[in-house]
């Protein structure tokens, strides 16, 4: 007696495509789900985007959302003092004091990609504090890694890295980043 062996079953190649591209975005960390790629690819079809459109419609979400993670992040290891954006700024509060273009100029980071210091002086409450913030955290936003802390915290900091000998790895961690602020120096008493 003969076995009679199965017809093979047939495939449907459109399918394993889709079950192949949902397998790359796992493997891409990309989170998305088969409804999701269905109904890109359902919008797709009905508007005739082109394999470009596709791409910027199924990964630019996914982009954005993890840029904005990073950017999000960035902000909160620069352990700012205050939520502060230039956006929100009172300009007119002292404009004869500081200069808008200059500090808008010092929003882009283009001061931090050619490596060089910033020092803002000052009298007290004219919005330095705010200010370095407010670029420090535009800094988080061009891609950056910012960290603020006032000059008492560093010293203090640095002061007790002596004391439990890890002032090399505390060195280390202050030049780790882009942008180092550190605010109201002198007015603190150490």
């Known amino acids: 007696m003969s076995r009679r062996r199965k017809p093979p079953t047939p495939t449907n190649p459109s399918h394993d495509l889709r079950q192949r591209i949902l397998e790359y975005f796992q493997t891409l960390r990309i989170p998305m789900s088969a409804d999701e790629l269905d109904a890109v690819l359902a919008q797709a079809e009905k508007e005739r985007w082109s394999a470009m459109e596709i791409l910027a419609h ?15 992040r960035r902000i909160r290891e620069a352990r700012f003092r205050e939520p502060v954006s230039l956006e929100g700024f009172d300009w007119d509060f002292n404009a004869q004091a500081i200069d808008r273009m200059q500090i808008e100029t010092l929003a882009t980071g283009e001061f931090i990609r050619r490596g060089d210091n910033l020092v803002i002086a000052g009298q007290s409450g004219v919005g330095k504090s705010r200010i370095v913030q407010s670029v420090g955290r535009a800094a988080c936003v061009c891609g950056y890694r910012v960290r603020y802390t006032t000059s ?16 090399h790895e505390q060195l280390r961690y202050y030049t780790n980043f882009d942008l180092l602020i550190i605010d109201e120096f002198g007015f603190e008493k150490i």
Do not use: V
């Not at 199924?58 to 999000?72: K, S, W």
């Not at 008492?152 to 002032?167: F, I, V």
């Open 152 to 167: 008492a915290d560093l010293l203090q900091n640095l002061t007790a890295s002596l004391a439990d000998h890890t002032l």
């Open 58 to 72: 199924l990964l630019g979400p996914q982009a954005d959302l993890r840029r904005q993670r990073a950017i999000e």
